[in-house]
Structure formats: structure tokens, C-alpha cells
Nanobody, 129 residues
Framework: QVQLVESGGGSVQAGGSLRLSCAAS????????MGWFRQAPGKEREGVAF????????YYADSVKGRFTVSRDNAKNTTYLQMNTLKPENTDKYYC??????????????????????WGQGKQVTVSS
């Protein structure tokens, strides 16, 4: 049974840092791409970061570029989202998700939520000013 379990997150003041982890089980982790998404209440979920199955290339939403870093350790079946210089507008619930197939290249594909097969439960990140 495929499972994605998120940890980390929490509350921090603006300018601070947090790290989210996504532990995967039940499938060949190293063969899957991983995406991170965020969603605020009443808003649509949107893509934040994407990492290839082997971890050699990444992609970021413009709003987090230079501040967030996605990485993965396939030996530990875990993907990370390091969030630095956090801003109040980064307050959201963050989700990791995984897909075995990459249908194309570019943000339209990396953040195509309907293409992701499995999702974590989400983790709240709150940034206060």
C-alpha cells in the first residue's frame, strides 16, 4: 500500500526557516517524481516545487525560487522541502505528491495535480509577521 507521510512544518516568524519531510513507502520510490503543493482555505491548490525521480533536476514556482529547496534521499525514501526566508503569504497547508509518469516538461506538467497518483495528508505552515 502506497503511503506518503509528511512531517515538519509548524509556526515561525517571517524571515525564519522550516523544513518539511515526506516519507514514502509501498512503492519503488526511486522511480517516481515528487511534487510539493500548497493550499489555503478556500483557494485552489498550487504547485510549489518539483524534483525528478533521481533528484538531478528540480523546478520551482516563481514565488519561492531562491528561497525554497527541494531534495530527496531515495535511500531513506524521503523527500524534503527546505523553506527559508519565509513570508506571511507562505502560510498554507503543504502537500507532497508522487507520480510515476512525467507527461511533459514545464510547469504545466510538473504541477498538473490530476497526474499525481498519491498524496500526503498535508502539513500546516504558519508564518507570522
Amino acid at each position: 500500500q502506497v503511503q506518503l507521510v509528511e512531517s515538519g512544518g509548524g509556526s515561525v516568524q517571517a524571515g525564519g526557516s522550516l523544513r518539511l519531510s515526506c516519507a514514502a513507502s509501498g512503492y519503488a520510490v526511486g522511480s517516481y517524481y515528487m511534487g510539493w503543493f500548497r493550499q489555503a482555505p478556500g483557494k485552489e491548490r498550487e504547485g510549489v516545487a518539483f524534483i525528478s525521480s533521481g533528484g538531478s533536476w528540480t523546478y520551482y514556482a516563481d514565488s519561492v525560487k531562491g528561497r525554497f529547496t527541494v531534495s530527496r534521499d531515495n535511500a531513506k525514501n524521503t523527500t524534503y522541502l527546505q523553506m527559508n526566508t519565509l513570508k506571511p503569504e507562505n502560510t498554507d497547508k503543504y502537500y507532497c505528491a508522487t507520480t510515476r509518469v512525467l507527461y511533459g516538461y514545464g510547469s504545466g506538467w510538473y504541477f498538473a495535480q490530476e497526474k499525481y497518483d498519491y498524496w500526503g495528508q498535508g502539513k500546516q505552515v504558519t508564518v507570522s509577521s
